[in-house]
């Protein structure tokens, strides 16, 4: 079993940039599809970038596309989230979540496996 704490969250203004990390214990992320959700409040949960830990291939929502960017070093078992020229309406509560094997995918329900979320607050 993985277990996943998220880290880096914090306040910001727009326009500036911030590093997520997450940092797996209980087994290296090797054939792990780990993935960013994000969730405001009163928002539904929304899928942020994914991406497989032993083939690289990342996929994003389009609102970040071109700004954010995912990556692992799995020697360290952290995944990040590079956040650049960030908006206001990306203030939320990220979260980081696992699934084992299979596609890198989109879809929440996906990954059965959860950190406890960071905040980010993004002001004008």
């Known amino acids: 079993q993985v277990q996943l704490v998220e880290s880096g969250g914090g306040l910001v203004q727009a326009g500036d940039s911030l590093r997520l990390s997450c940092t797996a214990s209980?087994?290296?992320?090797?054939?792990?599809?780990m993935a960013w959700f994000r969730q405001s409040p009163g928002k539904e949960r929304q899928f942020v970038a994914a991406?497989?830990?032993?083939?690289?291939?990342?996929m994003y929502q389009d609102t970040v596309r071109g700004r954010f960017f995912i990556s692992i070093d799995n020697a360290k078992n952290t995944m990040y989230l590079q956040m650049n020229t960030l908006r206001i309406e990306d203030t939320a509560v990220y979260y980081c979540?696992?699934?084992?094997?299979?596609?890198?995918?989109?879809?929440?329900?996906?990954?059965?496996?959860w950190g406890q979320g960071t905040q980010v607050t993004v002001s004008s």
């Open positions: 979540a696992a699934r084992y094997g299979g596609f890198v995918v989109r879809t929440e329900s996906s990954y059965p496996t």
């Open positions: 209980g087994r290296t992320f090797g054939a792990f599809n």
């Open positions: 991406i497989g830990a032993s083939s690289g291939n990342a």
